[in-house]
Every structure is written in structure tokens, then in C-alpha cells.
């Protein structure tokens, strides 16, 4: 590991291998059930935050099809090109996600799949205290953690010549941050990816 700011590694190996993730993980099909059931959580015309957003697909397509409001955000500027151009009824916004400011009450859900894991953890913290602040009362949050604590680089990612770094802590340590923030967790589950996983929470802010 270099001194180099993690979140550059993260940018550059997101605007090198944006295709070959898709490509890799069968983004045309990917997180279809979790996609769905959110979709009927959801009432019509709500409005969703997608962090972490990628190409815009699935997630972003998937919602903006069924008629809701998508705003996405990515650090990759070739990851927000390119979800602009598949999903061009969404919102999206070049930025680290840690530095956003939206209005208390903005969304009626927050989507993060893959994306806090790449994050600094003080900084996964302070962001899910804002999820909290911008979602509805009632309002869900989905998103996916590290099951085991683990930060590190894998200098050939995807074997796309770009590296890519990680930092995330324990499924339990995720709960307790998630419950901290103020959401209330409605289901926990793990998720296989070869011989690791990941951790998938549904969470909701409190009704008024």
C-alpha cells in the first residue's frame, strides 16, 4: 500500500475498468431481486438516491423505468458519462459522495450497492448519519457492507491493468454504525461472491 489517497485509486480504477465491471458482473442482471423488491416498497413517483451509481445500470435504469425519480452519484467521471448516456431520464453527479449537502427529507430511499466498501471508514460513518438526515421519515435504505473486516489493494483488478482499493469492517461493526445513524434494521442477510461475501441490510428511517 502507498501514500497515495485511496479515493484516486478508487476514481482512476473506476474510469479504466467501467465496461469490464459491467461486463464482469452481468450488470444486465444483477441485484434484479433486490431491485424489484424495492420497487415495491416504493410508492409511484418517488425519489431515489443512488450512491455509488456506476453506469447507471441496473439500478438507476431499473427505477427510472418503473417511474421514479433517480438521482446517482459516482467519483468516476467515466462511470457518470456513461450513466447519463444509458440512463438519460436519470440525475447524475461526478462527486465523492461523503462531500454531498442535500435537504433533510430528500429521498423516499437511498440505494448503496457496492460502494461504501471503497470508502475510508471514518468517512462510511459521517455518510451514513447524512443518509439518514436526507431520507423521508419511513423512507428505506438498501445497501451492501464488507461481511468481514478487511482493507487492502488489488494492484490488476478484473485483470484491467488498473488497480482498486477497499476498506471496510465487519458485518456486526456495519449494524451497529447503521443502527447509530438512526435507521432501524429490517433484515440482514450475507452475500457469497467466492470464497468471500458481503453483507446486505434493508433499513428504514423511522415513520414520524
Given at each position: 500500500?502507498?501514500?497515495?489517497?485511496?479515493?484516486?485509486?478508487?476514481?482512476?480504477?473506476y474510469?479504466?475498468?467501467?465496461?469490464?465491471?459491467?461486463?464482469?458482473?452481468?450488470?444486465?442482471?444483477?441485484?434484479?431481486?433486490?431491485?424489484?423488491?424495492?420497487?415495491?416498497?416504493?410508492?409511484?413517483?418517488?425519489?431515489?438516491?443512488?450512491?455509488?451509481?456506476?453506469?447507471?445500470?441496473?439500478?438507476?435504469?431499473?427505477?427510472?423505468?418503473?417511474?421514479?425519480?433517480?438521482?446517482?452519484?459516482d467519483?468516476?467521471?467515466?462511470?457518470?458519462?456513461?450513466?447519463?448516456?444509458?440512463?438519460?431520464?436519470?440525475?447524475?453527479?461526478?462527486?465523492?459522495?461523503?462531500?454531498?449537502?442535500?435537504?433533510?427529507?430528500?429521498?423516499?430511499?437511498?440505494?448503496?450497492?457496492?460502494?461504501?466498501?471503497?470508502?475510508?471508514?471514518?468517512?462510511?460513518?459521517?455518510?451514513?448519519?447524512?443518509?439518514?438526515?436526507?431520507?423521508?421519515?419511513?423512507?428505506?435504505?438498501?445497501?451492501?457492507?464488507?461481511?468481514?473486516?478487511?482493507?487492502?489493494?488489488?494492484?490488476?483488478?478484473?485483470?484491467?491493468?488498473?488497480?482498486?482499493?477497499w476498506?471496510?469492517?465487519?458485518?456486526?461493526?456495519?449494524?451497529?454504525?447503521?443502527?447509530?445513524?438512526?435507521?432501524?434494521?429490517?433484515?440482514?442477510?450475507?452475500?457469497?461472491?467466492?470464497?468471500?461475501?458481503?453483507?446486505?441490510?434493508?433499513?428504514?428511517?423511522?415513520?414520524?
Amino acid at each position: 500500500m502507498t501514500d497515495e489517497d485511496p479515493k484516486q485509486i478508487v476514481r482512476r480504477g473506476y474510469d479504466v475498468l467501467s465496461l469490464r465491471y459491467d461486463e464482469a458482473t452481468g450488470a444486465d442482471s444483477k441485484y434484479r431481486t433486490w431491485i424489484a423488491e424495492l420497487i415495491a416498497r416504493l410508492e409511484s413517483g418517488s425519489r431515489v438516491l443512488d450512491v455509488g451509481c456506476g453506469s447507471g445500470v441496473p439500478v438507476a435504469r431499473e427505477l427510472v423505468a418503473a417511474g421514479h425519480r433517480v438521482t446517482g452519484v459516482d467519483i468516476s467521471e467515466v462511470q457518470i458519462r456513461r450513466a447519463r448516456e444509458l440512463v438519460p431520464d436519470g440525475e447524475f453527479i461526478n462527486a465523492d459522495a461523503t462531500s454531498l449537502d442535500f435537504p433533510a427529507e430528500s429521498f423516499d430511499a437511498v440505494v448503496s450497492l457496492y460502494a461504501l466498501i471503497h470508502m475510508p471508514q471514518d468517512e462510511q460513518q459521517q455518510l451514513l448519519r447524512n443518509i439518514a438526515t436526507w431520507l423521508r421519515p419511513g423512507g428505506w435504505f438498501l445497501c451492501t457492507t464488507g461481511q468481514r473486516a478487511w482493507t487492502g489493494v488489488d494492484d490488476d483488478w478484473l485483470d484491467g491493468g488498473a488497480p482498486m482499493w477497499w476498506s471496510h469492517t465487519d458485518a456486526d461493526t456495519n449494524r451497529t454504525w447503521i443502527a447509530q445513524a438512526g435507521l432501524t434494521i429490517e433484515h440482514q442477510a450475507v452475500i457469497p461472491e467466492g470464497p468471500s461475501a458481503h453483507a446486505l441490510f434493508w433499513s428504514r428511517r423511522p415513520p414520524a
